[in-house]
T-cell receptor, first 113, second 113 residues
Framework: KQEVTQIPAALSVPEGENLVLNCSFT??????LQWFRQDPGKGLTSLLL???SQREQTSGRLNASLDKSSGRSTLYIAASQPGDSATYLC????????????WGLGTSLGVNP | DTAVSQTPKYLVTQMGNDKSIKCEQN?????MYWYKQDSKKFLKIMFS???????INETVPNRFSPKSPDKAHLNLHINSLELGDSAVYFC????????????FGPGTRLTVT
């Protein structure tokens, strides 16, 4: 059974710092992995999607890496800003016919000005 | 223009009532989803439809019945509401069923009293 864990559960950093959020999964037979952002009281915004054949994806100040063999993904945020404060969720899509997303509980990030 | 919209945003109702949540996407996507996010922020897939056909039906009480009149709409009807149904319900869509990023609506906060 696939399980997704995100560490740390919460993180507080000063503005300008580079930071890394971690996501681990127990079954390496994934189809892809997505990072999302959730702002309080709002829906989820898709940040990056990494296919199982890829090692990383970049979008602006965000870089996500994927190491299937070790069951890990990291989301790197460069030069953090107060507007980056949100909960960051990782979700993996199973390989096979039923490719539903399995979700982590997220990392709550606070960036202090 | 909102890509994935849900109505209502908030829903407060009494136990035993029947209610519906509507979802529409204007992205031209083939696949739509319903998720439930509980008080612990855990996200769980409930249903997914691909071209109006039910693909995923997780272990959800049969009081929950999705209906997809066309590719752009996926509504969720809930009969005989219970206290445990209180949660935030998210609608999402993706271009196709496999390997594509999911785009979320803003959520519907359901409170059953």
């Amino acid at each position: 059974k696939q399980e997704v864990t995100q560490i740390p559960a919460a993180l507080s950093v000063p503005e300008g710092e580079n930071l890394v959020l971690n996501c681990s999964f127990t079954d390496s037979a994934i189809y892809n992995l997505q990072w999302f952002r959730q702002d309080p009281g709002k829906g989820l915004t898709s940040l990056l999607l990494i296919q199982s054949s890829q090692r990383e994806q970049t979008s602006g100040r965000l870089n996500a890496s994927l190491d299937k063999s070790s069951g890990r993904s990291t989301l790197y945020i460069a030069a953090s800003q107060p507007g980056d404060s949100a909960t960051y969720l990782c979700a993996v899509s199973r390989a096979g016919n039923n490719r539903k997303l399995i979700w982590g509980l997220g990392t709550s990030l606070g960036v202090n000005p | 223009d909102t890509a994935v919209s849900q109505t209502p945003k908030y829903l407060v109702t009494q136990m035993g009532n029947d209610k519906s949540i509507k979802c529409e996407q204007n992205l031209g996507h083939d696949t739509m989803y319903w998720y439930k996010q509980d008080s612990k922020k855990f996200l769980k897939i409930m249903f997914s439809y691909n071209n109006k056909e039910l693909i995923i039906n997780e272990t959800v009480p049969n009081r929950f019945s999705p209906k997809s009149p066309d590719k752009a709409h996926l509504n969720l009807h809930i009969n005989s509401l219970e206290l445990g149904d209180s949660a935030v319900y998210f609608c999402a869509s993706s271009q196709r069923l496999q390997g594509f990023a999911q785009y979320f609506g803003p959520g519907t906060r359901l409170t059953v009293t």
